[in-house]
């Protein structure tokens, strides 16, 4: 069971519990940041016009070269 909560998935992604680790990580704090600037943008339209779109557009591209990767 904590193999598969643990190790399944990071080795099925060719990484190591901590490089995925990081990566999601990574992934998961770029994402609030862009939440958070999609918020602001609300109260406030002239600030952050792109932000949110934008790191959505890259991390989508980083994940499919990820997985293109291996």
Known sequence: MLSRMF???P???????????????????SL??????????ALVPGLFR???SSTVE????EMAARRRAG
Not at 11 to 29: D, K, P, T
């Open 58 to 61: 890259r991390l989508c591209e």
């Open 50 to 52: 792109s932000t949110g």
């Open 11 to 29: 080795r099925a992604a060719g990484e190591s519990y901590v490089a995925h680790a990081r990566v999601a990580s990574r992934f998961g704090l």
């Open 32 to 41: 609030i940041g862009a939440g958070a600037a999609c918020l602001i943008h």
């Open 7 to 9: 190790v399944d998935h």
